[in-house]
């Protein structure tokens, strides 16, 4: 039994190996960023892979129904189906799908309407092709 679980999670540390190559990025923040209201902040965490950086929940300073995911400083291993989810735990329950990701560094992405942020306080980078999660941030 424990041969097997040993292989199990060798298995899913090596189920998301690179092939797909993310961008590294310095991109100037949307005004209304800048001048919004950051609601809370998350510092990154490793999963299976190494993952680290913050990111701020910032509200739009004109529509304080728009939101934002600011990352900044952001860093994680490439992988071949990684998305950004904004989720109820580190599971990925009850999750909203943000964006495929594409890049590392210092950008922003905007929050789905359909995000429900009161339930919604993990931003997590999960590989989707292998349920396996990269790193996350609880936003506090």
């Given at each position: ?9 060798a298995?899913?540390s ?6 797909e ?5 310095t991109?100037?923040t949307?005004?209304a960023?800048?001048s ?15 993952t680290s ?12 129904k ?10 994680t ?27 590392t ?11 429900d ?6 931003v997590l ?9 990269f ?5 506090e």
């Amino acid at each position: 039994m424990k041969k097997i679980l040993i292989a199990y999670v060798a298995l899913l540390s090596w189920s998301c190996v690179k092939n797909e190559e993310l961008t590294p990025v310095t991109q100037t923040t949307p005004p209304a960023v800048v001048s919004g209201t950051q609601e809370s902040l998350g510092t990154f965490s490793n999963g299976v892979h190494p993952t680290s950086g913050t990111v701020k929940l910032v509200a739009d300073k004109t529509d304080a129904k728009k939101k934002y995911l600011s990352f900044e400083n952001f860093k994680t291993d490439s992988g071949p189906d990684l998305y950004v989810y904004l989720a109820e735990d580190k599971n990925a329950k009850g999750f909203t799908s943000v964006m495929k990701l594409d890049k590392t560094g210092t950008f922003v992405l905007d929050v789905p309407a359909n995000a429900d942020l009161s339930k919604q306080k993990y931003v997590l980078i999960w590989c989707q092709q292998f349920t396996v999660l990269f790193g996350s941030a609880k936003l506090e």
